[in-house]
């Protein structure tokens, strides 16, 4: 009797070992095939993104484009101003400029650029223009706030 327990006991560990490894074999398989989807996935959209470069850099070398194309070129460029701004932004408020070629921020007093050579000249200080910007904003916003201020 104590050894048909033993006997069914190992069968049983047996058959469940069997069962765990063709588990784990089939968890393995299926995420090496997910993994693979995933990079595929990934490849395509990579791709769809060559496009969109390559007919954006058409469309800033002066090719022809359809009137989509072309629309949604001229929303990248005005993004791209956007963006621009705020990077001089941001390199100014760290004492640096932004090379017009590599668009990498570098010191302020530098020539050229240490990162692809290009020159980088200093831009105007535009703090006469933002002052003027300023106080245009000023003198349009502020007198509105003090009326109410003094009305409460």
Do not use: W
Request: with cysteine; hydrophobic share 25%.
């Amino acid at each position: 009797m104590g050894y048909d327990f033993f006997d069914e006991l190992g069968d049983t560990i047996s058959r469940t070992t069997k069962d765990l490894s063709k588990r784990a074999g089939q968890l393995y398989e299926s995420q090496k095939i997910r993994n693979r989807l995933s990079s595929e996935e990934h490849m395509v959209e990579k791709l769809k993104c060559d496009i969109g470069n390559l007919i954006y850099q058409r469309y800033r070398e002066g090719a022809d484009t359809d009137e989509e194309l072309h629309s949604l070129c001229r929303e990248i460029e005005q993004h791209m101003k956007i963006i621009s701004k705020y990077k001089d932004s941001a390199a100014e408020l760290k004492g640096r400029k932004i090379c017009p070629s590599c668009e990498k921020a570098v010191d302020r007093s530098v020539l050229f650029c240490p990162y692809c050579g290009a020159p980088c000249p200093t831009p105007e200080p535009e703090k006469a223009e933002g002052e003027a910007a300023d106080e245009s904003v000023e003198q349009e916003i502020p007198k509105p706030v003090e009326e109410e201020v003094k009305s409460e």
